[in-house]
Structure formats: structure tokens, C-alpha cells
């Protein structure tokens, strides 16, 4: 599986006939629906790609951005806010990590009731195999020779008690949505 053809799985998953993301629920169900159509090894490639776009997005400005739209993101939270991040599909995805800030229309864009966080995304390659085709995930895995790129370490430039350095970070988000009673 191509990047390209990865991309075109979440793009696939983000179809909707409103302005409006789906909400996580039914996009969770395209996403499984497209899921489905792939091989065991097509499916790996995928949470390999998936894994890897994560790694790629532990950055302190996203986890600043995450932190602000949230009021707060631990560890596990900014993990769930990379994977809403990659399935927001690829042109926001490059964007956001080139400018935290461009995630400011995306907030926008998240029916009431979700958050700018998507846990389950993580399991969905697992639970397709394991119910899907009655196989371990992490057996079939292991017969295949993808690459795995590991979370670089994070140089912070902020502190979750110190407003003004988060504002530094990502400036037009804090401004926007500090605060905010959305989420």
C-alpha cells in the first residue's frame, strides 16, 4: 500500500453530505466499511502507514494546539488528537504540520457532542482482522517487514501553567479558542 492509496482510504471515510465532518461514529463506520475491502497484509500496511503519520505528528505545537482546543491533553489524549489529526485526511494533515495555527477552520468543522479526538481509530486495522478474518493481528504482523519509525523526543518551548508560553506557540488557536465552551 502507497501513501497515496492510504490517503484515498480516509478521504473515502470523510464523505458527507453536509459541511460538516461525519461525526466520529459514522465515520468510524466508513472507515471500517473501507477497511473491510482490504487484504490482511493491505490492512497491516495501513496501521503501519497509520503508525508511522502518527510518530511524524508528536510535535510540541500540535500537542500545544491539542492542549488549548482541550484545556488540557495528557499523553493518551494528544495520542487520540493524532489519530483525529491523520483522519482528517491529507492536505490537513501536511498543513497542521507545517502550522499548528491551520487547525483553527478544522476545530470549526466538529459536530457537537465530538472532540478533535479519536481513540478507537488506533484499534480498527486490529479488531478488522481479529473479527473480519478470525486472525491475530500482531501474528499476521509479524509476517510482514514493514517499517516503523519511533516518536521523536519533544524540545518543549511551553508549560501547561504558563498561558503566555502556550500562546507563543500557537497564537491565532489560543486566541480563537482558549477557553472555549465547545468542547
Not at 461514529?25 to 477497511?35: F, I, K, M, R, W
Not at 491523520?86 to 457537537?112: C, H, M, P, W
Not at 478533535?116 to 488506533?122: D, K, L, R, V
Not at 521523536?152 to 479558542?177: H, L, M, R, V, Y
Request: aromatic letters at 16%; proline letters at 3%; charged letters at 30%.
Amino acid at each position: 500500500m502507497t501513501e497515496d492509496q492510504f490517503w484515498g482510504i480516509i478521504e473515502n471515510s470523510l464523505k458527507t453530505d453536509h459541511k460538516f465532518y461525519p461525526s466520529i461514529d459514522n465515520q468510524q463506520e466508513l472507515l471500517n466499511s473501507e477497511l473491510q475491502k482490504l487484504t490482511i497484509k493491505e490492512i497491516i500496511a495501513f496501521e503501519c502507514i497509520f503508525s508511522n503519520l502518527k510518530n511524524i505528528a508528536y510535535k510540541q505545537d500540535l500537542w500545544a494546539s491539542a492542549f488549548i482546543i482541550m484545556y488540557g491533553c495528557s499523553d493518551d489524549g494528544f495520542m487520540d488528537f493524532r489519530n483525529w489529526l491523520i483522519t482528517r485526511g491529507k492536505n490537513v494533515f501536511y498543513n497542521a504540520l507545517e502550522n499548528a495555527d491551520s487547525l483553527n477552520a478544522e476545530f470549526n468543522k466538529i459536530q457537537d457532542g465530538d472532540l478533535p479526538s479519536w481513540e478507537n481509530a488506533s484499534y480498527l486495522p486490529v479488531k478488522i482482522i481479529e473479527d473480519v478474518f478470525g486472525k491475530d493481528f500482531y501474528e499476521e504482523a509479524h509476517k510482514y517487514d514493514f517499517d516503523y519509525n519511533k516518536e521523536p523526543d519533544i524540545d518543549f518551548k511551553w508549560e501547561e501553567d504558563n498561558e503566555e508560553s502556550i500562546q507563543a506557540i500557537c497564537p491565532n488557536t489560543f486566541g480563537a479558542w482558549w477557553g472555549n465552551d465547545k468542547f
